[in-house]
């Protein structure tokens, strides 16, 4: 045995065995409870699903028949969440085992809760373990509880004690640690967008955020309404049958069909098997309907749809519960088999009997269906040549493209790290030399543009084929036919601070916008913000992003010299590494309700120069140090 192994061998003793309790292992190991953990820049970063757990619980109580009302207030300033619910409130005597002991609950009892979103009984522990302060109070049967924690440990119990009032529930308040989520804060977008499904998934349901009323009359309808980016082609079609919901339509320039899809409440962003038994189904019936040897494809390209599935204890993917894998609508039975029905089947005959029935009655929407799968087929064909050229092509150049250096783990990859994985679209080679010596290459790839990308807000799907740069880079996302194959949880436009790579970031955001919009709607899209100013003296040294940074900078570190960074490839790849790490900055790209993506596209990117000039001349201002801004 050689002198390694020797060492490795005397190195592994009674000693190495460790126990860790409950609450140790949680912190030891959260990405295995909350996925990513991140500092909030993105939707599913660790502190969202902390927000989630919780109000999960609370959902499971309205479901059940108990509670109309959920109260979510987040103070920003001390990053403090308190959510509310009116139900049963948890069992007094086991409150505190209920909310830190692993393997303990009531979601393991099924006649308790039928169909919830928890059934682990992890949740609420790992929030209580990843907390810096955690507290909860249990109201029922005139009496209430209170006990609090620190980082999951036990600090104070009132006991059981009297409750003069006579409502019911559960409060629970909790900051997350810093020590393992960093500089986090919270977006108020992503907890608002939240909280909007809930409402979607729970008529009747009245939440709270902050005081503000969120209430939905239609579900799934309303939802669809409220978050199309282009005119629907036809009224929405809305399907409710015993558990399943379903409100659909179709729009134009969109690639392929897109979902927001639910499993007892929980939104499933990675689809799952009931994703998957629509989209069959749905082109299935379609295609018998209209008696038509059609594509699948162009069935669903354009169609966009809102889906919830109400099932007992489904089986997800991992406890951040993203991607449904259960194939029955029950779970099997304790010698193994299963009468319960596929949820292929279930999908199909509800749709076999409300669609079809449907499009009989409605001869305007059948019509105006039948007319987009047409344009569907024509636009398949038109592309089919130049599409594959275009492909072959850029498989070719990936495969020896230096503008792409690639990374090991991909999104579309059961990988342990795989929301971790990020591409990088810089400018230039100058700038991509900095991020590719200092990335991380398991998770961390670069895409250089050459100069600036062709403005594509009057392009067609041809003219992106056609376009060797653009080709490559949806090549590279892996998004030609829809984001469910996209490479890259994180698309991050890096580009200088300036007009030219501000320029640059407008291109890129047209271009995804265009052709693309499903990426930006699920929050893949991303600005890295990088340092404008360092200021350092012998002793230390500050990274600035703004002018009020590098005042206070300057002001606490005497004797300082400022470096003004002009560009990403005047930033070293020893500076880089610290603004691509765990604490890099990342701005969200967030589509608003409100937002008009078209007509936003069109004027500020369209042939309209006159029009744009005279907004700019009119909406200009001079600051008090000749500085121009724009209003």
């Excluded at 292992?25 to 919780?54: A, C, F, Q, W």
């Excluded at 320039?253 to 629509?278: M, P, R, W």
């Excluded at 991050?492 to 995804?512: E, K, Q, S």
Aim: glycine fraction near 8%.
């Amino acid at each position: 045995m050689e002198e390694n192994e020797l060492n490795l061998t005397a190195n592994y003793g009674d000693d190495s065995i460790v126990h860790l309790e409950d609450m140790e292992h949680i912190r030891l190991r959260p990405g295995m409870y909350i996925g990513k953990l991140g500092d909030g820049s993105s939707h599913d970063d660790g502190i969202y699903v902390l927000i989630k757990e919780v109000i999960d619980n609370a959902i499971d109580e309205y479901t059940s028949g108990f509670g109309k009302k959920v109260e979510v207030k987040i103070n920003f300033g001390e990053r403090r969440v308190s959510i509310r619910d009116y139900g049963r409130g948890i069992p007094l005597g086991k409150m505190v085992e209920a909310v830190s002991k692993l393997n303990t609950g009531a979601k393991y009892d099924s006649k308790v809760f039928q169909k919830s979103v928890g059934l682990n009984g992890v949740g609420t522990k790992a929030v209580n373990a990843l907390s810096s302060y955690f507290k909860v109070t249990a109201i029922r049967d005139g009496k209430c509880r209170t006990a609090e924690f620190c980082e999951g440990k036990l600090t104070n119990d009132s006991g059981i004690i009297p409750y003069e009032g006579e409502d019911t529930g559960t409060l629970v308040e909790f900051v997350p640690d810093h020590k393992l989520f960093g500089n986090f804060h919270f977006v108020n977008e992503y907890v608002e967008k939240r909280v909007w499904n809930y409402c979607y998934l729970n008529r009747g349901l009245t939440f709270y955020y902050n005081d503000k009323r969120y209430y939905s009359k239609n579900g799934l309808l309303d939802l669809l309404d409220n978050n199309m980016d282009s005119a629907a082609l036809y009224p929405i079609i809305h399907i409710k049958d015993d558990d399943f919901e379903a409100a659909f339509t179709h729009v134009n320039g969109q690639s392929s069909d897109y979902y927001y899809s639910f499993v007892n409440g929980q939104h499933t962003t990675e689809g799952g098997t009931h994703q998957s038994a629509f989209r069959e189904a749905y082109a299935r019936v379609v295609k018998e309907f209209y008696k038509k040897d059609c594509e699948p494809a162009d069935c669903r390209q354009g169609l966009v749809c809102a889906l919830c599935i109400r099932i007992q204890e489904p089986v997800f993917e991992a406890q951040t519960k993203t991607k449904l894998g259960s194939t029955h609508l029950a779970p099997n039975k304790t010698d193994g088999t299963n009468d319960s029905p596929y949820i292929k089947t279930y999908v199909l005959d509800i749709l076999k009997r409300h669609l079809d029935n449907y499009l009989h009655m409605h001869a305007d929407t059948a019509e105006a269906l039948l007319a987009k799968i047409n344009a569907n087929e024509k636009e398949r064909k038109e592309i089919a040549g130049i599409k594959k050229v275009a492909r072959d092509a850029g498989k070719r150049a990936s495969l020896n493209n230096s503008k792409l250096r690639d990374c090991h783990v991909h999104y579309n990859t059961n990988h342990a790290r795989r929301l971790e994985s990020t591409i990088f679209i810089t400018e230039g080679l100058s700038a991509s030399g900095s991020i590719t010596k200092c990335r991380d290459v398991e998770t961390q790839a670069v895409f250089s543009l050459r100069g600036k990308p062709k403005n594509s807000v009057s392009l067609n799907k041809v003219d992106v084929y056609k376009n060797e740069e653009l080709n490559l880079l949806h090549n590279a996302l892996d998004i030609d036919d829809g984001i469910e194959n996209l490479r890259y949880n994180n698309v991050v436009i890096a580009t200088d601070a300036d007009v030219d790579g501000m320029h640059i970031r407008l291109l890129l955001l047209t271009f995804f916008l265009k052709f693309y919009p499903e990426l930006v709607r699920t929050g893949h899209v991303y600005i890295l913000q990088t340092p404008l100013f360092r200021v350092r003296n012998k002793q230390k040294t500050r990274y600035c992003y703004s002018d009020e940074e590098r005042i206070d900078a300057i002001n606490s570190l005497p004797g300082a010299e400022i470096t003004r960074f002009k560009g990403l490839g005047e930033i070293s790849p020893d500076e880089f590494k610290g603004f691509i790490d765990q604490d890099m900055r990342l701005d969200p790209v967030l589509l608003h309700k409100e937002f008009d993506t078209k007509g936003v596209l069109q004027f500020y990117m369209g042939a309209n120069s006159a029009e744009r000039r005279d907004f700019i001349m009119k909406n200009l201002r001079i600051e008090d140090d000749e500085s121009i801004v724009l209003t």
